[in-house]
């Protein structure tokens, strides 16, 4: 999995009324249970994972369709990549790489032209899971349940705690952190990090928050 290192929950600092504290925390934290929509039938629904040594075990139950996802199994956006020599003239070499979006039915060549001789040729493609591309699940890519568009942009989040930590970061009018380059804070879009977004974001969040009350 693209997850190299369990979610670390410990070592918190207290909070603080007004002051928020980057504790370093990634995004992966949050990861062992996640808000999702069914690919199939757009039903509410749940990722569970739990972290075995250097690994991350998942399940996904559809209570509509019935559908079954297991640790390994990928529905989300992903990476059409390959290579061959010209059909024709052997001129080294044709490249494919290509993003496609999920729910679109993957091909197993791509036909790309030579730059040598002008002629296409097919080239067998391999998919390669993207797990950045949308608002998505990082084990089987399953489109988040947890969306809320806004003005300044999208937000999106994995499950309550995810959406708490959120709304404690956007209520802080004092934000610290211990150069922490690559927790989940760090890497929040811009937009979010800017204190004229504090209440738009805290109301997208809390907007969220009420839609998972709600189910």
């Not at 067998?124 to 890519?141: C, I, K, N, Q, Y």
Request: charged share 20%; net charge positive.
């Amino acid at each position: 999995m693209a997850v190299q290192r369990p979610p670390g929950r410990r070592g918190r600092p207290a909070s603080v009324p007004g002051r928020h504290f980057d504790d370093g925390r990634g995004l992966n934290a949050f990861a062992d249970r996640i808000a999702v929509r069914c690919h199939r039938c757009d039903t509410p629904g749940w990722v569970l994972a739990s972290w075995q040594p250097y690994r991350w075990t998942v399940r996904f139950r559809c209570t509509g369709c019935s559908v079954a996802l297991d640790s390994g199994d990928w529905v989300g956006a992903v990476c059409m990549q390959g290579r061959r020599p010209c059909g024709y003239c052997g001129h080294q070499w044709l490249y494919v790489h290509r993003r496609i979006a999920s729910g679109v039915r993957l091909p197993a060549t791509f036909p790309a032209r030579c730059g040598q001789c002008g002629r296409s040729s097919d080239v067998d493609v391999s998919a390669t899971p993207l797990r950045d591309a949308e608002p998505a699940d990082p084990h089987f890519g399953l489109p988040l349940h947890l969306v809320e568009p806004t003005r300044a942009g999208l937000l999106w989040a994995y499950n309550a705690e995810h959406l708490q930590a959120l709304h404690q970061y956007a209520v802080a009018t004092l934000r610290e952190t211990k150069g922490h380059h690559r927790s989940m804070f760090s890497r929040l879009p811009q937009w979010m990090k800017l204190a004229r977004h504090r209440v738009l974001l805290q109301r997208a969040v809390e907007r969220l928050q009420k839609r998972l009350l709600q189910g």
